[in-house]
Protein backbone atom coordinates (compact mmCIF):
# COMPACT_ATOMS: atom_id res chain seq x y z
CA UNK A 1 0.00 0.00 0.00
CA UNK A 2 1.24 3.18 -1.00
CA UNK A 3 1.49 6.23 1.59
CA UNK A 4 1.54 9.60 1.78
CA UNK A 5 4.67 11.02 3.46
CA UNK A 6 5.34 14.48 4.60
CA UNK A 7 8.98 15.02 4.81
CA UNK A 8 9.46 17.80 7.11
CA UNK A 9 13.60 18.21 8.58
CA UNK A 10 15.43 21.12 9.80
CA UNK A 11 18.82 22.14 8.91
CA UNK A 12 21.37 19.53 10.18
CA UNK A 13 23.86 22.19 10.72
CA UNK A 14 26.93 22.79 9.57
CA UNK A 15 26.16 19.72 6.97
CA UNK A 16 22.57 20.29 5.18
CA UNK A 17 20.58 22.87 5.06
CA UNK A 18 16.90 22.31 5.60
CA UNK A 19 15.96 22.14 2.01
CA UNK A 20 18.90 19.69 1.18
CA UNK A 21 17.96 17.12 3.39
CA UNK A 22 14.64 16.86 2.58
CA UNK A 23 16.15 16.45 -0.90
CA UNK A 24 18.25 13.75 0.36
CA UNK A 25 15.69 11.66 2.59
CA UNK A 26 13.46 11.59 -0.42
CA UNK A 27 15.88 10.31 -2.46
CA UNK A 28 16.42 7.54 -0.09
CA UNK A 29 12.86 7.35 0.84
CA UNK A 30 11.90 6.75 -3.34
CA UNK A 31 14.28 3.94 -3.76
CA UNK A 32 12.71 1.83 -1.41
CA UNK A 33 9.20 2.53 -1.78
CA UNK A 34 8.88 4.51 -5.89
CA UNK A 35 5.06 4.24 -5.03
CA UNK A 36 4.53 6.52 -1.87
CA UNK A 37 3.72 10.15 -2.80
CA UNK A 38 6.11 12.26 -0.98
CA UNK A 39 5.89 16.10 0.02
CA UNK A 40 9.10 18.00 0.98
CA UNK A 41 8.44 20.94 3.38
CA UNK A 42 11.78 21.94 4.98
CA UNK A 43 11.27 23.60 8.61
CA UNK A 44 13.16 26.09 10.76
CA UNK A 45 12.96 27.12 14.02
CA UNK A 46 14.40 30.99 13.08
CA UNK A 47 18.32 29.93 12.83
CA UNK A 48 20.00 29.18 9.32
CA UNK A 49 17.33 28.22 6.88
CA UNK A 50 14.79 31.03 8.04
CA UNK A 51 15.16 33.57 4.99
CA UNK A 52 15.11 30.87 2.56
CA UNK A 53 12.09 28.89 4.01
CA UNK A 54 9.82 31.78 4.85
CA UNK A 55 10.71 33.68 1.35
CA UNK A 56 9.47 30.22 -0.06
CA UNK A 57 6.31 29.98 1.36
CA UNK A 58 5.54 33.70 0.60
CA UNK A 59 6.84 33.98 -3.17
CA UNK A 60 9.37 36.23 -1.75
CA UNK A 61 12.25 37.23 -4.51
CA UNK A 62 16.21 37.72 -3.19
CA UNK A 63 17.43 41.29 -2.67
CA UNK A 64 20.76 42.95 -2.61
CA UNK A 65 22.34 45.68 -0.17
CA UNK A 66 25.70 46.91 1.04
CA UNK A 67 26.49 46.17 4.73
CA UNK A 68 28.82 45.06 7.13
CA UNK A 69 29.11 41.65 8.90
CA UNK A 70 29.78 41.12 12.84
CA UNK A 71 33.31 42.17 12.50
CA UNK A 72 32.42 45.36 10.42
CA UNK A 73 34.04 43.89 7.27
CA UNK A 74 32.26 44.61 3.91
CA UNK A 75 29.55 42.50 2.88
CA UNK A 76 27.35 41.99 0.19
CA UNK A 77 24.25 40.97 2.05
CA UNK A 78 20.62 39.76 0.73
CA UNK A 79 17.10 39.61 1.82
CA UNK A 80 13.70 38.52 0.25
CA UNK A 81 11.42 40.84 -0.80
CA UNK A 82 7.49 40.60 -1.59
CA UNK A 83 6.19 43.73 -3.80
CA UNK A 84 2.20 42.28 -3.69
CA UNK A 85 2.03 41.75 0.28
CA UNK A 86 4.86 44.51 0.98
CA UNK A 87 6.59 41.50 2.62
CA UNK A 88 10.15 41.37 3.27
CA UNK A 89 12.29 38.82 5.32
CA UNK A 90 15.49 38.74 6.70
CA UNK A 91 17.98 36.43 7.97
CA UNK A 92 20.33 37.70 10.29
CA UNK A 93 22.52 34.77 9.74
CA UNK A 94 23.38 35.75 6.62
CA UNK A 95 24.48 39.63 8.17
CA UNK A 96 26.05 38.65 11.21
CA UNK A 97 26.14 35.17 11.77
CA UNK A 98 29.08 33.21 13.49
CA UNK A 99 28.67 31.04 10.35
CA UNK A 100 30.29 34.24 8.33
CA UNK A 101 33.37 34.45 10.40
CA UNK A 102 36.90 32.48 10.04
CA UNK A 103 37.13 30.46 13.47
CA UNK A 104 38.73 31.58 16.37
CA UNK A 105 39.62 35.24 14.43
CA UNK A 106 37.14 37.13 16.36
CA UNK A 107 36.17 37.66 20.20
CA UNK A 108 32.86 38.65 20.87
CA UNK A 109 33.32 42.22 22.47
CA UNK A 110 34.84 43.13 19.22
CA UNK A 111 31.61 42.27 17.29
CA UNK A 112 28.08 44.27 16.92
CA UNK A 113 24.81 43.77 15.16
CA UNK A 114 25.40 47.14 13.07
CA UNK A 115 25.21 45.80 9.75
CA UNK A 116 21.66 44.69 10.04
CA UNK A 117 20.79 47.77 10.00
CA UNK A 118 21.35 48.96 6.73
CA UNK A 119 19.49 45.15 6.01
CA UNK A 120 16.01 46.74 7.81
CA UNK A 121 16.55 50.19 5.80
CA UNK A 122 16.85 49.03 2.59
CA UNK A 123 13.51 46.54 3.36
CA UNK A 124 11.91 50.05 5.04
CA UNK A 125 12.56 51.92 1.86
CA UNK A 126 11.18 49.40 -0.65
CA UNK A 127 8.17 49.96 1.19
CA UNK A 128 7.50 47.56 3.13
CA UNK A 129 4.27 47.13 5.53
CA UNK A 130 5.66 43.80 7.60
CA UNK A 131 8.59 42.38 8.19
CA UNK A 132 10.00 39.11 9.57
CA UNK A 133 13.50 39.20 11.05
CA UNK A 134 15.12 35.68 11.95
CA UNK A 135 17.77 36.07 14.39
CA UNK A 136 19.28 32.38 15.32
CA UNK A 137 22.63 31.63 14.37
CA UNK A 138 24.35 35.11 15.34
CA UNK A 139 27.72 35.78 16.28
CA UNK A 140 26.99 38.85 18.60
CA UNK A 141 26.18 39.59 22.13
CA UNK A 142 25.49 43.35 22.13
CA UNK A 143 22.39 43.58 23.00
CA UNK A 144 21.22 44.76 19.56
CA UNK A 145 23.29 47.96 20.58
CA UNK A 146 24.90 47.78 17.42
CA UNK A 147 21.71 47.78 14.85
CA UNK A 148 20.59 50.29 17.40
CA UNK A 149 23.33 52.98 16.61
CA UNK A 150 23.01 51.57 12.67
CA UNK A 151 19.38 53.04 12.51
CA UNK A 152 20.38 56.46 14.56
CA UNK A 153 19.80 55.71 18.19
CA UNK A 154 22.50 57.12 20.39
CA UNK A 155 24.08 56.06 23.56
CA UNK A 156 26.00 58.27 26.29
CA UNK A 157 28.01 58.12 29.24
CA UNK A 158 27.87 60.79 32.03
CA UNK A 159 30.66 63.20 30.84
CA UNK A 160 27.85 63.51 27.32
CA UNK A 161 30.54 60.95 25.75
CA UNK A 162 29.14 59.22 22.80
CA UNK A 163 29.86 55.31 22.93
CA UNK A 164 30.21 53.07 20.11
CA UNK A 165 31.09 49.87 21.32
CA UNK A 166 28.21 47.43 23.25
CA UNK A 167 30.90 46.93 26.22
CA UNK A 168 31.43 50.37 27.14
CA UNK A 169 27.43 50.04 28.09
CA UNK A 170 28.06 49.74 31.40
CA UNK A 171 29.23 53.75 31.37
CA UNK A 172 25.47 54.40 29.48
CA UNK A 173 23.56 57.01 31.00
CA UNK A 174 21.35 58.28 28.35
CA UNK A 175 19.54 57.29 24.85
CA UNK A 176 18.77 59.73 22.01
CA UNK A 177 15.99 58.39 19.72
CA UNK A 178 16.52 59.30 15.60
CA UNK A 179 14.32 61.28 14.14
CA UNK A 180 12.80 58.89 11.70
CA UNK A 181 10.09 56.71 13.98
CA UNK A 182 8.98 52.85 13.35
CA UNK A 183 10.23 51.64 10.53
CA UNK A 184 7.74 49.02 9.67
CA UNK A 185 4.09 49.18 10.86
CA UNK A 186 4.51 45.32 11.63
CA UNK A 187 7.87 44.48 12.66
CA UNK A 188 8.02 40.41 13.58
CA UNK A 189 11.13 38.79 15.06
CA UNK A 190 11.13 35.10 14.76
CA UNK A 191 13.32 33.19 17.65
CA UNK A 192 14.86 30.00 18.05
CA UNK A 193 15.31 30.23 22.18
CA UNK A 194 13.13 30.92 24.76
CA UNK A 195 16.02 32.83 26.90
CA UNK A 196 15.43 36.00 28.76
CA UNK A 197 18.69 38.50 28.15
CA UNK A 198 20.05 38.27 31.62
CA UNK A 199 21.27 36.06 34.32
CA UNK A 200 22.17 32.33 34.69
CA UNK A 201 19.82 31.15 31.39
CA UNK A 202 20.59 34.82 29.77
CA UNK A 203 22.24 35.23 26.63
CA UNK A 204 26.07 35.67 27.38
CA UNK A 205 26.16 32.48 30.03
CA UNK A 206 24.28 29.94 27.59
CA UNK A 207 25.16 31.27 24.28
CA UNK A 208 28.52 33.21 24.89
CA UNK A 209 31.27 30.14 25.32
CA UNK A 210 30.20 29.47 21.83
CA UNK A 211 31.12 32.39 20.35
CA UNK A 212 34.04 32.80 21.76
CA UNK A 213 32.87 34.03 25.66
CA UNK A 214 35.19 32.76 28.41
CA UNK A 215 33.48 32.41 32.45
CA UNK A 216 35.59 34.89 33.19
CA UNK A 217 34.26 37.52 31.59
CA UNK A 218 30.74 36.78 31.83
CA UNK A 219 30.05 39.64 34.61
CA UNK A 220 31.52 42.12 32.28
CA UNK A 221 29.36 41.12 29.46
CA UNK A 222 26.27 41.12 31.91
CA UNK A 223 27.19 44.29 33.29
CA UNK A 224 26.96 45.81 29.78
CA UNK A 225 23.52 44.29 29.05
CA UNK A 226 22.03 45.30 32.35
CA UNK A 227 22.87 48.74 32.46
CA UNK A 228 21.41 48.88 28.82
CA UNK A 229 17.90 47.28 30.16
CA UNK A 230 18.06 49.50 32.98
CA UNK A 231 18.44 52.69 30.85
CA UNK A 232 15.83 51.79 28.50
CA UNK A 233 13.76 50.27 31.60
CA UNK A 234 13.98 54.11 32.73
CA UNK A 235 14.40 56.14 30.17
CA UNK A 236 11.49 54.20 27.22
CA UNK A 237 9.49 52.87 29.74
CA UNK A 238 9.88 49.35 28.49
CA UNK A 239 10.87 46.36 31.01
CA UNK A 240 11.72 43.87 28.66
CA UNK A 241 15.13 41.81 30.33
CA UNK A 242 12.46 39.33 31.59
CA UNK A 243 10.30 38.51 28.60
CA UNK A 244 11.11 34.88 26.87
CA UNK A 245 13.01 35.66 23.79
CA UNK A 246 14.98 39.07 24.52
CA UNK A 247 18.20 36.73 25.21
CA UNK A 248 18.12 35.18 21.57
CA UNK A 249 20.98 35.66 19.41
CA UNK A 250 23.23 37.55 21.90
CA UNK A 251 20.14 40.20 22.96
CA UNK A 252 19.23 40.79 19.67
CA UNK A 253 15.72 40.01 20.35
CA UNK A 254 15.96 42.52 23.06
CA UNK A 255 17.10 45.56 20.73
CA UNK A 256 14.66 44.97 18.34
CA UNK A 257 12.05 44.65 20.40
CA UNK A 258 13.31 48.08 22.69
CA UNK A 259 15.05 50.10 19.72
CA UNK A 260 12.84 49.11 16.65
CA UNK A 261 9.24 48.11 18.14
CA UNK A 262 9.57 44.50 17.42
CA UNK A 263 7.29 42.07 17.96
CA UNK A 264 8.77 38.56 18.92
CA UNK A 265 7.24 34.66 18.26
CA UNK A 266 8.53 31.54 18.00
CA UNK A 267 10.56 30.80 14.64
CA UNK A 268 8.71 27.42 14.21
CA UNK A 269 5.29 28.68 14.60
CA UNK A 270 5.47 31.32 12.38
CA UNK A 271 6.72 29.15 9.91
CA UNK A 272 4.36 26.56 10.25
CA UNK A 273 1.55 29.11 10.14
CA UNK A 274 3.10 30.35 6.67
CA UNK A 275 3.91 26.70 5.14
CA UNK A 276 0.50 25.77 6.13
CA UNK A 277 1.60 22.52 8.34
CA UNK A 278 -1.53 21.60 9.14
CA UNK A 279 -2.67 21.36 6.40
CA UNK A 280 -0.27 19.26 5.60
CA UNK A 281 -0.12 16.75 8.37
CA UNK A 282 -3.83 16.31 7.43
CA UNK A 283 -2.99 15.36 4.18
CA UNK A 284 -0.51 12.67 5.63
CA UNK A 285 -0.19 8.80 5.83
CA UNK A 286 3.25 9.43 7.55
CA UNK A 287 5.55 11.91 8.69
CA UNK A 288 9.69 12.26 8.64
CA UNK A 289 11.62 14.78 10.24
CA UNK A 290 15.08 15.49 11.61
CA UNK A 291 17.99 17.64 12.30
CA UNK A 292 21.77 17.17 12.89
CA UNK A 293 21.28 16.17 17.00
CA UNK A 294 17.97 14.35 17.63
CA UNK A 295 17.76 15.01 21.45
CA UNK A 296 15.76 16.04 24.57
CA UNK A 297 16.62 19.59 23.36
CA UNK A 298 14.51 18.44 20.19
CA UNK A 299 11.39 18.35 22.55
CA UNK A 300 12.12 22.11 23.90
CA UNK A 301 10.59 23.97 21.35
CA UNK A 302 12.87 23.22 18.11
CA UNK A 303 11.30 22.51 15.35
CA UNK A 304 11.56 18.49 14.58
CA UNK A 305 10.04 17.65 18.51
CA UNK A 306 6.97 20.34 17.52
CA UNK A 307 6.22 18.45 14.27
CA UNK A 308 6.18 15.08 16.88
CA UNK A 309 3.80 16.95 19.16
CA UNK A 310 1.69 17.84 16.65
CA UNK A 311 1.88 14.57 14.75
CA UNK A 312 1.09 12.63 18.21
CA UNK A 313 -2.00 14.69 19.17
CA UNK A 314 -2.77 13.33 15.47
CA UNK A 315 -2.17 9.84 15.65
CA UNK A 316 -0.08 10.28 12.81
CA UNK A 317 3.39 8.35 13.02
CA UNK A 318 6.66 10.57 13.25
CA UNK A 319 9.99 9.07 12.21
CA UNK A 320 12.65 11.17 13.49
CA UNK A 321 16.60 10.99 11.50
CA UNK A 322 19.30 12.83 12.64
CA UNK A 323 23.30 13.51 12.42
CA UNK A 324 23.33 12.12 16.08
CA UNK A 325 20.73 10.48 18.32
CA UNK A 326 20.50 10.63 21.73
CA UNK A 327 18.32 10.07 24.61
CA UNK A 328 16.71 7.94 22.80
CA UNK A 329 14.39 6.61 25.57
CA UNK A 330 12.76 10.27 25.68
CA UNK A 331 12.57 10.49 22.20
CA UNK A 332 10.57 7.17 21.54
CA UNK A 333 7.72 8.75 23.87
CA UNK A 334 7.42 11.19 20.66
CA UNK A 335 8.72 9.85 17.82
CA UNK A 336 7.87 5.89 16.64
CA UNK A 337 11.69 5.53 15.91
CA UNK A 338 14.59 7.64 15.87
CA UNK A 339 17.71 6.65 13.52
CA UNK A 340 21.03 8.57 13.41
CA UNK A 341 23.90 8.56 10.63
CA UNK A 342 26.61 7.68 13.55
CA UNK A 343 24.49 4.19 12.53
CA UNK A 344 25.82 3.72 9.43
CA UNK A 345 29.19 5.48 9.99
CA UNK A 346 31.86 7.16 11.83
CA UNK A 347 30.51 10.56 13.15
CA UNK A 348 33.85 11.82 10.37
CA UNK A 349 31.95 10.30 7.55
CA UNK A 350 28.91 11.57 8.23
CA UNK A 351 30.08 14.67 8.34
CA UNK A 352 32.26 14.80 5.46
CA UNK A 353 29.19 13.54 3.39
CA UNK A 354 25.98 14.00 5.34
CA UNK A 355 23.91 14.11 1.87
CA UNK A 356 24.67 10.38 1.15
CA UNK A 357 24.14 8.85 4.60
CA UNK A 358 21.25 10.56 5.18
CA UNK A 359 20.21 9.04 1.64
CA UNK A 360 21.14 5.79 2.83
CA UNK A 361 19.07 6.01 6.25
CA UNK A 362 16.50 6.68 5.00
CA UNK A 363 16.39 4.43 2.21
CA UNK A 364 17.10 1.70 5.51
CA UNK A 365 14.39 3.02 7.00
CA UNK A 366 11.71 3.00 4.51
CA UNK A 367 12.91 -1.07 4.31
CA UNK A 368 12.38 -1.17 7.90
CA UNK A 369 8.12 -0.48 7.29
Given at each position: ??????????????????????????????????????????????????????????????????????????????????????????????????????????????????????????????????????????????????????????????????????????????????????????????????????????????????????????????????????????????????????????????????????????????????????????????????????????????????????????????LGLGGVVQDEAVLRKWFQ?????????????????????????????????
Amino acid sequence: MSLRVLIAPDKFKGTLTAHAAAEAIAAGWRKARPADRLTLLPISDGGDGFGQILSTALSAKPQRVQTVDAAHRPLEGFWWWDAKSQTAVIESANIIGLAMLPPKQFHPFQLDTLGLAAVLRAAADKGARRCFVGIGGSATNDGGAGVARGLGWKFFNRRDEELFRWTHLQQLHRLVAPRRGKLFPQLVVAVDVQNKLLGARGCSRVYGPQKGLRPEEFPSAERALRRLANTVKAQLGRDLAGVPGTGAAGGLGFGLCAFAGAKLEPGFDLIARHARLDEHLRAADLVITGEGSLDRSSLMGKGPGEIAIRCRARKLPCLGLGGVVQDEAVLRKWFQSASGLTQLTSPEQAKADASKWLTKLAMQTARAL
